[in-house]
Structure formats: structure tokens, C-alpha cells
């Protein structure tokens, strides 16, 4: 029989696919016209975020489970750079007729997941199914602060260190990895998501460090986001925000690039890119995105884990490092290339 | 100078539409990763609903206006019929590289109008802003209990009164004359939207009883949820929920679609469709959908307002016509035609 959404229909295919999701701690979860969360101190973070099929993933490389769990890894970090712990989830489905209801149970079991790994008891808790031309995604999500001040991008003084907790540029550099293989040659993909599993997680199913937010903010972070479009647009979005200057260190940064050189060795590989340079290499830590970590400033020291990268220092918004201003570069889906 | 998004990029376009959404009673409102909300009881109301180009609406019919405004009243219907007060909405946009950006600052506008039609003080806290080959919105909404229990569907006991507030059938009915002038001809669109205004909004910009929801559940509603695949469709899942038989008067069925066959009167338009019968008023009364009403219970007497449909018996849940079983009919994307 066939499995597809446009012979199954709407109300049978959210049938299968809720049941896998979840809803764990919520007051109330799926069914009726709202789900309800708990909200303990009185307020609640929300922020929301899509990923479309074309500008954001690619179906002959991201699996159903993977961009599932993307979206909701994704979610949750913007939670997490708050200082917030995630408290729920709703997600739009959008999908063609002949998309089979199987691929978006599994969607929801990557969602599922992807809670599970990295906020334990949050679930998805409401959604919606559509029909559309392509697979779309949109993902929001809740959080509590518990009674402390967000952490928010103009908090930065000068003084204060700048720190970051997580991986720079190897989500690009995995790109860089799957741009090479191309779409076409399924057996050159599966080939390479498996002898280079670590790195293409990454950017397929990454893993940001949701509960190091609520550590960061106790530790008294004083501004903090998470790098989604490239290391130095993001830092330069506290500068703006804080009026500051976020400057950087180049030894770190080379030490960075180091390891994306080395994580990125083409050897073996059945469609190998050119051997990725230093400075190509730089540029991935710079403003390949999709990073996920959260890039944070400390008044004293930075909490363990996180890596410091440079200071802040008064003056004019910016970015520097080893004090020459560099500019604001990174993603933007519509005027990519 | 081109106004296309992928002319101005994600951030400069995102710059022109957050001013216009109008956070209002936010604690923290757009540009930081989350936005924060007061939960007074300490618990939120959560739903989220996408709206597609092509199965949901046209861009022929429905200006940007239109569907922001669109999006965010059906949003809200969701907490109202929980009876809830909203307290803020996220949205997701997304839209082809070569949309004016003039186009998504009308959709902000007509979100904020709705907001200050039907729920003052709510506003866009958030969003998103993504390249997909076609337009479409996925809206979150939030709202507050403040201290009440929701109202399920689940609450529907023998006895009960089950009455509606808002109309039934008319944004089918509208949606039968755009079906009739086409997509093709802007001036007889024009002309219909000019002749038929009232009509058209119902189906293009409608205005669910937002504040309605909570002074149902505060005259003590004991199951509510707004009508949006048909009255029978969604009958069915209070009687589903509640394991309950939902019996209505065939009496007031035939004066709600004698209301539609009034409001249909096809003279005067330049393309007009057949002229609506009877029998199919009542089938978009029955299963029209997109009403975006308040179908409730009541113990006692339903509040003004509400209009009497009939009343809940004991019995294997269904839904009755002057003791009929009827079949549950309704919208559904994927079977839809």
C-alpha cells in the first residue's frame, strides 16, 4: 500500500507521527488547539527558526532523522545562549504529497532524539502538517530562565574576556566535504558519511552545548549568542549591541584553523576537494557558520570548557584581532551564491 | 533601485520588517536569540500554524497584507479557543529570492494590524526570515491562562449546551466566488474584493472572536475549540475527546446556510458562479471550514453571543442531525482535490 501524505492524508499521517514525539514534561501536550508548559518563575524565552530544503539542507545528504534533529539542536542552542534551559517545542511540517508519512516519522524521531541527547524531558509538544513543493521545517521552541536575568548581547564591557564552547568551522568544513561528492553518486555520499562520521555530524546533526548556556549565565556571563552565521558577523553583533570592541587573538585562531586543516585531510576520500590551506582554513573559523557554539564574554575568568579567544575593549563597535578591525562577514540565504 | 530580498540580503530586509511588528507588552522583544514573554500564572499557552502559497492561499486573491493578518488571526483563535489570552507571536517567513521586500513589510503590517484589531498589546517578538521557492508563513502563538484551567475538548458531559460564536460557511462561500473569477483576471478580482468586501475578508482577513475565548471559559465553557476543517469535522473531535454524542438542530443548520445562500447572491459579479442551492449552503456550513469560530459546551445556559446548535447526549461519540449520525467531513491538504 502506498505510504505517501497525499494518500494517507493529513489526519492519519499526524496520527503516526505525533505519538513518537513525546511531550514529556509539558502541562498538556499534543491534541488540542494549544499545548500548555510550565512556566515556573513567571516568564518565558521563545525563538523560532526554519530550515527549508534547497538553501538549508539537501535531501540526498541530510536523512530524514538528521534534519529532524538539526532543527531541533538548532532550536535549542538560541535557548541556551539566553542562559535559558528549553522547555518545549512546536514544529510546521511542510511537505509534498508523495513525501511517504515513513520519512517524516522519522523527522519526528530525529526531533525526539535530538531532546533526548541534549535536554532531557523537553519534547515536542504541538505541530502542524502542510502541504508544500519542497520539505520545510519550522521550529519553535521555549525556555525558562528560572529566575535569572537573560543573557543578552549587550552586556560586553570592557575588560571582559571573550570566550567560546564548542567546535569552529568544521560544520563548513564538512560542507566543504559534501559540496565535493556532490548530489548525485548516493554510494560516493554513503561512503563518505561513514568514514568521516565524526566530522559530517557536524553539519548535519550537530550536537551544541545546550546545558552549558544555563552554566555560562551562572558563571555571570556577561553577553552571549550562538554562532550561527560565522564567528566574527556573530561577535560583531555583540560589539554593536554592547558598543565595544570584541578583540580577538590571531594565535587562537590559528590554532583553530590547525584543526580544520587536520579534520578536513582529503585522504582516501572517493571525490577528495583540494587540500584545504591554512588560510582557507581560517576563513571556515572566521565565517563558515552553522557553528552552534556559544560565543560568550566573562567579567573574570571564563568558566571551564570554554575557550578564551581574546578581550573587550572600549571603543567604537568592532571586531578585531590583534587589534586590526576585520569585517563583518558571514551567511546569508538570500544573497549567497 | 531592486527591492528583491536577494538584492538587499536577510539582515537589511529583516531591519525594515522587525519595526514594524511592534513587540509591545514583550519584556524583551526582536534582536537578541530569543525574546522573552510574561507567563503571569506561570504556565503558556502554545500553538503554532503554517500557511503555503498554493493549498493555503493565492497570491492572486490575497495581498501580503492579507495574509499576515490572516495568519496571525487563525493563530490566535488557537489560544482563544483554550481559553486564553495571547500574549505573543513568533513567525517564520519564507520567500523567493526575487520577493520585493516592500511585500514582506506589508505581511509584518498586516500581522501587527491584526494584533491590534483583535488582541491589543500582542505583538511579533520574533522571527525568521528564509529563502523557499514559493511564500509562506509558520506563525507560533502564546497565551495566558492567568490562573484558569484550559478548556479542553475533552470536557463535553450529557446535558450540556453546545453552541458557536462566529459565522459558518461564509469563507467557503467566499472562497466559491474567487474559485469562480479565477486567478487570471486582476480586474474582476479587484471588482470582486471592491463588491464584495465583507464577504471576501471572511475568507482573506478574518476577525475570529479572540476575546471571546476567555469570557466563554469564564462563564464556565466545559469543552471549546475553534471550528477550522468544519463545524461536523471538529464536532466530532469534541465528541471524540469527550465520548459524548454532539446532536444538533437541523432547524438552525438550515437558517445558518439560508444566512450563506443570502450572502452569495451572485448578481451584479462579472463572473459569477452557479447559484448557490440549499442543500449546498448547507454544505458549507457543515464542512466549509476556515470558520475560525468558537464552538463550546456549556453547562447551563451558553453567554451572549453564543448561538444554540444543539445539545450532548450520552452515547458512543458522534456527531447527530435532529438525531441523525452524520459522517465527519472536513478539509484536509494532502486529499483535497
Redesign the interface.
Known sequence: MNDD???????A?LARIIPRLGAADA??GP??????????????????????E???FRRAWSTPFELGWKATATNL???A??G?RPT?L???L?AP?DTPVRELEAVADGMAAACSALAPGVGV??????????L?L?V????S?DGRA?V??SGARPGDVVAYLGRLGFAAAALRLLFAVGEEDAAAIADLKRTRSGLLAEQLAPRPPIRDGVRAAEAGATA???VSDGLVLDASRIAA?SGAVLDLSGDVLDQLAAAVVAVSDPEGLAAPPARLGRHEALGLVLGGGEDHGLLATFRGEAPEGFLPLGIVRAGAAAVRIDGLEVDPTGW????AP
Chains 1, 2 share one sequence.
Open positions: 501524505l497525499a494518500t494517507v492524508g493529513e489526519r499521517a502541562l498538556l491534541g488540542d488547539d494549544a499545548a500548555l508548559l510550565a512556566a515556573p518563575d513567571g516568564r518565558v524565552l521563545i525563538s523560532t527558526d526554519a530550515m527549508v534547497g538553501p538549508d542552542a538560541d535557548v545562549a539566553m535559558g518545549g512546536v514544529v510546521s511542510a504529497g509538544v504541538g505541530g502542524d502538517l502542510t502541504r508544500a513543493s519542497v520545510s519550522s519553535t521552541v521555549t525556555g530562565l537573560p543578552l548581547r552571549m549568542l550562538d549591541a546569508d540565504s538570500f544573497t
